[in-house]
């Protein structure tokens, strides 16, 4: 019985500290989602009561030389319901998901989908250039690149000789 207990302990254990270790990796992509059911049909009602308040919109940032590149998944969107801002060094993603539904018939059993209004802000590891920031979309992910300012570029600095 010991042993038993023993491994069971070494297992929980190991299912804590994976937990943990995702919990800590994804807390920055975890959204709120507000909705508003305001004019929506029943069907949409009950949806947007069943679905959560919250979502993972996971981002990768990367730096090189020259710029800060970021891919942001926000599924089931189109480019005119995303908005993107920049603020110094903090990049802001907003918009509206809206619910979509194939068909009127039928009960949910199982609402994992979050809609509504959201917000993802995200830190850039430099200064960017705002203005000269490309953006795509395609396949639910947000592409961007984002020229880093001159004064964030790094540079060889001769050395003269004494």
Not at 29 to 38: G, K, N
Not at 82 to 88: D, F, L, R, T
Not at 104 to 113: A, I, S
Not at 134 to 149: C, E, I, N
């Amino acid at each position: 019985m010991a042993t038993l207990r023993d491994n069971l302990g070494r297992a929980w254990d190991q299912v804590q500290a994976g937990w943990n270790h995702l919990v800590q990796k994804a807390s920055d992509a975890l959204t709120r989602f507000t909705s508003s059911d305001d004019g929506a049909d029943e069907d949409t009602r009950t949806l947007l009561r069943l679905s959560p308040d919250w979502g993972l919109l996971a981002a990768e940032v990367r730096e090189t030389d020259k710029d800060v590149r970021v891919r942001l998944e926000v599924p089931g969107m189109q480019p005119g319901d995303i908005e993107v801002q920049v603020h110094g060094k903090l990049l802001s993603v907003s918009g509206e998901k809206q619910v979509q539904r194939e068909s009127d018939k039928g009960h949910y059993h199982v609402t994992e989908c979050a809609y509504g209004r959201f917000e993802r802000q995200i830190a850039l590891p430099a200064d960017v250039d705002a203005d000269a920031t490309d953006a795509d979309y395609q396949s639910g992910v947000l592409t961007l690149r984002l020229p880093k300012a001159s004064s964030a570029r790094a540079r060889r600095i001769p050395i003269n000789r004494a």
